[in-house]
């Protein structure tokens, strides 16, 4: 993972004892060093009560070892236990940056040391280590090296349980299910240090997502981070066996690109089950390529939004008439068409950049709303053209964007503040005129609206997060659907937290769990229409 800057304690820094006279006036004393020194051979259990301490300073004494309560301490980035008598290390040392343990009788080190990804100073120095662990540590980089071995050999230990994560819960509230799949050459060791680089690997990744997207047994599959060559390699030949038909588009760079690059190039894709839906229309959207054509008037759109290459894909697809009778358990004689449209899209990451990721949103159920519109124009539905919700909506997306941001506001509730601290007082109102959600947007009231009419599938608090790496665990994945005409049954619960706690998993991937970000499951109910009909295809209508 990225290192971030760390100031070492300074060895020759100024300290100050608090006089009686201030401690009866009440002056608070802040310390979070502390050092031990005068031969010690124990320390005493109180110690690890010092939860607030960044740095212990225990060298040069007659220590033999470190009790495991040492971890107790979450705070501590520094320990020193130079020149003591340490013949073992506890598995757990909490989350160092700096340790040092030169001058000690140390003759193996526990394969859990490799968790401390953090990790920046390790002095091995003066220790009886085995010739293979000196070697690797002394060369270039070595601390590194030296960690990422220990690490992929932690197979069977504490961090690798063998015991899976107990099911997730099915929740009672057409299935969607929604997966970001960690494309693998964003899976590297820079980014997840915590996890082995085995267990990294897309090979031993792959079968993993695919099996957890099997036992969903969804109709509908949205993933988002495919890369394109696995795409067609194993997605596509694995679902197609399974009965799925696809629709894959990568980011818009691709265009651009050599085959050879091309084809390491993450995009977004959707499955749908063959036996219950035909593919009538599918449409890629273009984040740039909008920003560029409506760019006039803001700056931002150009500088900010263009330069990002997020899409979004949709899939207009007809529900078969069997299905319909199947579930309806009768003939449905004079209903021909049911449709379904099904969008996907992955917005950009960046925490700093809320503007873009809103902008992305609006252009992009803007672009949902033209293809509603044009579907029912060449279906010659005109007694319902611009009835925004003539067509039952599922929307699948890794917003990367949290619920209190204005991405899930304009989303859930049809609209948003053009003023909106998200915008980040860049004159965005212009452009965003041009985006026919409902009508002119802002034309007149300064808001950005919607006609969707779009709730999530998970309620309020339902998953603490959606994704959970070391530096941020938060929801930023979503389902939602529009009513009337869909309503949610039941989706799937989040992982158990008790199972991440116990085995100390402070982030994925993992060796069970094969993305950071983790999978939504969604039972949706298609009302079907009433018996009247337009053209041989039916609105949907309440049951």
Same mark, same amino acid.
């Given at each position: 993972?990225?290192?971030?800057?760390?100031d070492?304690?300074?060895?020759?820094?100024m300290?100050?004892?608090?006089?009686?006279?201030?401690?009866?006036?009440?002056?608070?004393s802040?310390?979070a060093?502390?050092e031990i020194?005068?031969?010690?051979?124990?320390?005493?259990?109180?110690?690890w009560?010092?939860?607030?301490?960044?740095?212990?300073? /225990?060298?040069?004494?007659?220590?033999?070892?470190?009790?495991?309560d040492?971890?107790?301490?979450?705070?501590?980035?520094?320990?020193?236990?130079?020149?003591?008598?340490?013949?073992?290390?506890?598995?757990?040392?909490?989350?160092?940056?700096?340790?040092?343990?030169?001058?000690?009788?140390?003759?193996?080190?526990?394969?859990?040391?490799?968790?401390?990804f953090?990790?920046?100073?390790?002095?091995?120095?003066g220790?009886?280590?085995?010739?293979?662990?000196?070697?690797?540590y002394?060369?270039?980089?070595?601390?590194?090296?030296l960690?990422?071995?220990?690490?992929?050999?932690?197979?069977?230990?504490k961090?690798?349980? &063998?015991?899976?994560?107990?099911p997730?819960?099915?929740?009672?509230?057409?299935?969607p299910?929604?997966?970001?799949?960690?494309?693998?050459?964003?899976?590297?060791?820079?980014?997840?240090?915590?996890?082995?680089?085995?267990?990294l690997?897309?090979? @031993?990744?792959?079968? &993993?997502?695919m099996?957890?997207?099997?036992?969903?047994?969804?109709?509908?599959i949205?993933?988002?981070?495919?890369?394109?060559?696995?795409? @067609?390699?194993?997605?596509?030949?694995?679902?197609?066996?399974q009965?799925?038909?696809?629709?894959?588009?990568?980011?818009?760079?691709?265009?651009?690109?050599?085959?050879?690059?091309?084809?390491h190039?993450?995009?977004?894709?959707?499955f749908y089950?063959?036996?219950k839906?035909?593919?009538?229309?599918?449409?890629?959207?273009?984040?740039?390529?909008?920003?560029?054509?409506?760019?006039e008037?803001?700056e931002?759109?150009?500088?900010?939004?263009?330069?990002?290459?997020?899409?979004?894909?949709?899939?207009?697809?007809?529900?078969?008439?069997?299905?319909?009778e199947q579930?309806?358990?009768?003939?449905?004689h004079?209903?021909?068409?049911?449709?379904?449209?099904?969008?996907?899209?992955?917005?950009h990451?960046?925490?700093?950049?809320?503007?873009v990721?809103?902008?992305?949103?609006v252009?992009?159920?803007?672009?949902?709303k033209?293809?509603?519109?044009?579907?029912?124009?060449?279906?010659?539905?005109a007694?319902?053209?611009g009835?925004?919700?003539?067509?039952?909506?599922?929307?699948?997306?890794?917003?990367?964007?949290?619920?209190?941001s204005?991405?899930?506001?304009?989303l859930?509730?049809?609209?948003?503040?053009?003023?909106?601290?998200?915008?980040?007082?860049?004159?965005?109102?212009?452009?965003?005129t041009?985006?026919?959600?409902?009508?002119?947007?802002?034309?007149?009231?300064?808001? /950005?609206?919607?006609?969707?009419?779009?709730?999530?599938?998970?309620?309020?608090?339902?998953?603490?997060?959606?994704?959970?790496?070391?530096?941020?665990?938060?929801?930023i994945?979503?389902?939602? @659907?529009?009513?009337?005409?869909?309503?949610?049954?039941?989706?799937l619960?989040?992982?158990?937290p008790?199972?991440?706690?116990?085995?100390?998993?402070?982030g994925?991937?993992?060796?069970?769990?094969?993305?950071?970000?983790?999978?939504?499951?969604?039972?949706?109910?298609?009302?079907?229409?009433?018996?009247?009909?337009?053209?041989?295809?039916?609105?949907?209508?309440?049951?």
């Open positions: 993972m990225p290192k971030e800057k760390y070492p304690p300074d060895p020759r820094r300290y100050t004892i608090m006089s009686t006279e201030e401690a009866a006036n009440g002056k608070k802040y310390w060093e502390l020194s005068g031969k010690v051979r124990s320390l005493s259990t109180s110690l009560t010092l939860t607030h301490l960044t740095a212990l300073h /225990i060298g040069d004494n007659s220590l033999c070892h470190i009790p495991p040492i971890a107790k301490l979450q705070n501590l980035v520094y320990l020193d236990l130079s020149s003591n008598k340490i013949r073992s290390l506890p598995a757990e040392l909490g989350n160092m940056v700096e340790l040092l343990l030169n001058n000690n009788q140390l003759r193996v080190l526990p394969f859990e040391l490799g968790k401390l953090q990790l920046q100073t390790l002095g091995l120095k220790n009886p280590l085995a010739q293979e662990i000196l070697n690797l002394q060369e270039h980089d070595g601390t590194r090296k960690l990422k071995n220990l690490l992929g050999n932690l197979s069977g230990t961090l690798v349980s &063998s015991e899976q994560p107990p997730r819960s099915w929740i009672v509230q057409a299935d299910v929604l997966s970001d799949v960690l494309c693998d050459k964003y899976a590297t060791r820079q980014l997840y240090g915590y996890c082995p680089s085995w267990a690997n897309w090979e @031993y990744r792959k079968k &993993s997502i099996q957890e997207i099997l036992n969903c047994s969804a109709d509908i949205s993933l988002q981070e495919v890369e394109t060559v696995q795409y @067609y390699s194993y997605f596509l030949p694995e679902l197609k066996e009965g799925y038909e696809s629709f894959f588009s990568p980011k818009s760079r691709a265009r651009t690109m050599s085959d050879c690059d091309r084809k190039v993450d995009g977004c894709a959707i089950r063959t036996e839906f035909r593919l009538v229309q599918k449409h890629t959207v273009e984040f740039n390529q909008l920003a560029m054509a409506n760019s008037g803001s931002a759109m150009l500088n900010r939004v263009m330069t990002k290459d997020n899409i979004g894909v949709a899939a207009l697809l007809e529900v078969r008439k069997e299905m319909m579930s309806a358990g009768k003939s449905l004079g209903m021909e068409k049911q449709l379904l449209l099904v969008a996907n899209a992955h917005m990451w960046d925490p700093a950049y809320s503007d990721k809103l902008v992305q949103t252009m992009f159920l803007s672009e949902v033209n293809i509603v519109d044009k579907a029912t124009r060449s279906l010659k539905l007694s319902i053209s009835e925004t919700n003539a067509v039952p909506l599922v929307l699948c997306a890794d917003l990367n964007s949290l619920p209190d204005g991405v899930v506001e304009f859930s509730s049809g609209g948003v503040d053009s003023t909106h601290k998200d915008f980040q007082e860049l004159r965005y109102i212009d452009s965003l041009n985006f026919n959600c409902n009508g002119k947007n802002g034309a007149s009231n300064g808001r /950005i609206t919607h006609d969707f009419k779009l709730k999530s599938a998970y309620k309020n608090g339902l998953m603490p997060y959606t994704n959970y790496t070391f530096d941020f665990k938060g929801i994945d979503y389902i939602f @659907y529009s009513q009337p005409t869909l309503n949610v049954l039941g989706v619960g989040p992982l158990d008790h199972w991440l706690h116990e085995n100390n998993i402070s994925c991937p993992h060796p069970h769990i094969p993305s950071d970000h983790f999978s939504l499951f969604a039972q949706l109910e298609l009302l079907f229409p009433n018996p009247s009909s337009v053209n041989g295809i039916h609105l949907p209508g309440r049951r």
